[in-house]
């Protein structure tokens, strides 16, 4: 599939563990600070017959963001997984998305390598930032994964890895590292399910999610709902809360409020 916003995100490099990335180049921006938003969105076949929901889900998220009175500060990178993971646009300023070039665009199927899409996102974060920080540009960063199902696909992340703890061990390993650099204010990570927590499977995801957030040093996890219009709309309100809450506390030299879900106003566009 190629990639959206090409013209905008043409600056093409690789992460330490070979995850391909691509951004703005840091020229080209138009401001001195900025947030970095990395959105990794699970397209794998459970949700087959939900992809157009979901590019409305996108949709409305990024136009709820440009709401916000920093909106001029933020950038915004799309990353899908299934059994792979792969990039549906790089770090591309907020006023420069095209929400039409979303459309129709989302195809799901195959598994789900979440863990691989956790280490894409911390690693491309980390490494976008270091370029903004050596022009001198103060950012900070909020990434979020949102899945529906179990971790079954991934394969850069549990190379070597003797049990599941391992794998997601090294999700922690990579903030831990990004954090090292000093190159942001902050980074906030938060874990997204969509299920429903009263059925077999929503219990078996919030456990899974739980033993990654813990073992991976997320700082965040919530269950959000069923796979339903009313979720998205939650899903998106909370999302665009979350950014803006992000985009509020940079340069305060501190993190941002974490959002309650159950307070969130549902983006009822979807």
């Known amino acids: 599939m190629p990639k959206l916003m090409q013209n905008e995100a043409t600056q093409a490099q690789q992460t330490t563990s070979g995850f391909s990335f691509?951004?703005?180049p840091i020229d080209k921006l138009g401001a001195s600070e900025y947030t970095i938003v990395t959105i990794l969105l699970d397209l794998s076949g459970s949700v087959a017959g939900w992809e157009?929901?979901?590019e409305e889900c996108v949709k409305v998220i990024v136009s709820a963001c440009r709401k916000s009175p920093r909106s001029d500060n933020l950038?915004?990178?799309l990353v899908a997984f299934n059994t792979a993971t792969w990039e549906i646009h790089g770090f591309v300023e907020l006023k420069n998305i095209n929400l039409n070039d979303y459309d129709n665009k989302f195809d799901a199927e195959g598994g789900t390598a979440l863990l691989d899409a956790l280490l894409n996102g911390v690693e491309s974060t980390g490494d976008y930032a270091e370029e903004l920080a050596a022009k001198r540009m103060i950012c900070n960063a909020v990434l979020f994964a949102i899945t529906d199902g179990d971790e079954n696909s991934s394969t850069i992340a549990t190379i070597n890895c003797r049990?599941?703890?391992d794998a997601q061990k090294k999700i922690a390993k990579a903030l831990e590292t990004v954090r090292g650099k000093e190159v942001l204010e902050s980074i906030k990570t938060i874990l997204i399910g969509i299920a429903d927590p009263k059925t077999s499977e929503g219990q078996h995801l919030e456990?899974?999610?739980t033993a990654i957030?813990?073992?991976g040093n997320i700082d965040e996890m919530v269950m959000i709902g069923d796979m339903s219009k009313g979720t998205l709309a939650k899903l998106a309100g909370f999302v665009s809360k979350s950014v803006s809450s992000?985009?509020?506390?940079?340069?305060?030299?501190g993190p941002s409020q974490p959002v309650n879900p159950s307070t969130v106003?549902?983006?009822d566009q979807i």
């Not at 992000?246 to 030299?253: D, E, F, I, M």
């Open 22 to 24: 691509t951004g703005t």
């Open 52 to 54: 157009r929901k979901l």
């Open 75 to 77: 950038v915004i990178r």
């Open 163 to 165: 049990n599941p703890a």
């Open 207 to 209: 456990r899974l999610l």
């Open 213 to 215: 957030k813990t073992n």
């Open 246 to 253: 992000s985009s509020q506390a940079l340069n305060t030299g």
């Open 265 to 267: 106003t549902p983006l």
